[in-house]
């Protein structure tokens, strides 16, 4: 009997995969425990549909990203904080603190994409922005007192 595993089965497979398996396994396992579902007709073309919507969103997203990645590229971000007598800053510029800025600036980036070691003082950096997919941009970033 073909099913479709709705979980995933140890042993079996993961979800969504198409598996044959014996009637009475099929009924007095995988379809009691809500693990399976006969593989009908409706139920692969829905699992076809389902498959199809997901790679044009990963399509879509991959865009998306590109794009992104192509804005940013080069891109110096400006910041002013408070700096103490000695140049040193009164609090490290971290991923988040880039990430909010990105934001204001109209960049939605999460601050775990944001890869650089804390800023301490003022200057000029570079941080790496990581994106889902592998890309990878780099931006400037200049912090200065204000």
């Not at 692969?44 to 998306?64: G, S, T, W």
């Amino acid at each position: 009997m073909k099913v479709i595993l709705i979980q995933n089965v140890a042993g079996i497979g993961k979800i969504d995969d198409i598996k044959e398996v014996s009637e009475g396994y099929a009924r007095n396992f995988l379809f009691a425990k809500n693990l399976a579902q006969p593989a009908t007709k409706q139920v692969l073309e829905d699992l076809k549909a389902r498959k199809n919507k997901q790679v044009k969103d990963r399509d879509a997203q991959l865009r998306y990203e590109q794009s992104l990645a192509d804005k940013l590229y080069g891109y110096e971000l400006v910041l002013k904080e408070k700096v103490s007598g000695g140049g040193a800053l009164y609090a490290a510029v971290g991923p988040q603190k880039v990430s909010e800025a990105l934001a204001n600036k109209g960049f939605k980036i999460n601050k775990d994409q944001v890869i650089f070691k804390p800023i301490k003082e003022i200057g000029e950096y570079k941080a790496k922005i990581k994106f889902q997919h592998g890309l990878e941009t780099e931006i400037s970033i200049t912090v200065s007192k204000i």
